[in-house]
């Protein structure tokens, strides 16, 4: 008595064929290919911190924070797709000068005292900037939302200012793990290479973290691996979120993004600059 036929193809031209079948279907997913203006956002972003860090000087720092959330003001809006881009822009732009002042205004611990009073103002002028701005209200959720998230992204890179050091900063391990990181990219955001992206990432990070470690304190900590592991996945999986949206490809938002995967690991450090791991 004859089997019944399956559903899952015999032979390599028939796999080949479900393959490119796929790839049809799929039409609309952008085809993942190299974008130098997100890697420079994030390259330029990762040194530029982790140089102000190895400074010592917290108004440096504090200064080269607010200067990358100013990028992520401006392109952030065009990102998330605002009915209103230059109203979100000036309203996330009012949160970062917030969000230096708060950190300006404390020297010592806690160093983030103020930053929540400057995130609710950010919050309060997200709502009424609707109120002001009519082509705000077209599509509110979505204005509201992509707002809030690029208030999120800034809050982020407010923390970086936060982090303890184990011997070497965290700020400027994680920047070079940072900046090593997104110049993989170069090479591994193709057609073919594009599963592999962030295990690749990941290891290139920690062992870049691991390598600057040493090179600056002539010894080998376990949390400088895991900085550079963990901060490589997550500014790699936002600039990979990111990369979905048509603006990625402009000037404004292809370094806004890179400049956002760099901010948004502030958290990230933070912890782990206050766990008893060093």
Not at 3 to 16: G, I, K, L, M, V
Not at 101 to 117: D, R
């Amino acid at each position: 008595m004859p089997t019944s036929a399956t559903n899952e193809p015999t032979t390599r031209a028939a796999r080949h064929a479900q393959r490119a079948a796929e790839r049809v279907a799929d039409r609309g997913v952008p085809v993942p290919r190299p974008r130098p203006l997100v890697i420079a956002g994030a390259v330029v972003s990762a040194l530029a911190l982790a140089g102000s860090a190895a400074s010592g000087l917290r108004g440096l720092e504090i200064g080269v924070v607010v200067l990358a959330a100013l990028v992520v003001a401006l392109g952030w809006p065009r990102l998330a797709g605002s009915p209103s881009p230059r109203g979100s822009s000036v309203v996330l732009a009012v949160t970062t000068v917030a969000l230096g002042a708060a950190l300006l205004a404390k020297g010592a611990e806690p160093l983030l005292e103020h930053v929540p009073a400057a995130v609710a103002a950010g919050i309060i002028a997200m709502c009424l900037h609707p109120l002001v701005q009519e082509s705000a209200r077209a599509d509110l959720a979505r204005g509201l939302t992509g707002t809030a998230l690029g208030i999120l992204v800034i809050s982020c890179g407010a923390v970086l200012t936060s982090t303890v050091p184990h011997g070497a900063s965290p700020v400027v391990i994680a920047g070079v793990a940072l900046a090593v990181a997104a110049l993989v990219d170069l090479l591994t955001e193709r057609a073919r290479l594009v599963a592999w992206m962030l295990p690749i990432g990941m290891l290139v990070g920690g062992v870049a973290a691991v390598a600057a470690h040493w090179i600056l304190t002539s010894g080998i900590e376990p949390w400088a691996a895991l900085v550079g592991v963990l901060g490589a996945g997550v500014a790699l999986s936002l600039r990979r979120a990111l990369s979905q949206q048509p603006a990625v490809d402009g000037v404004l938002g292809g370094v806004a993004t890179g400049v956002a995967s760099v901010l948004v690991v502030g958290p990230l450090l933070h912890l782990i600059s206050r766990l008893p791991i060093g």
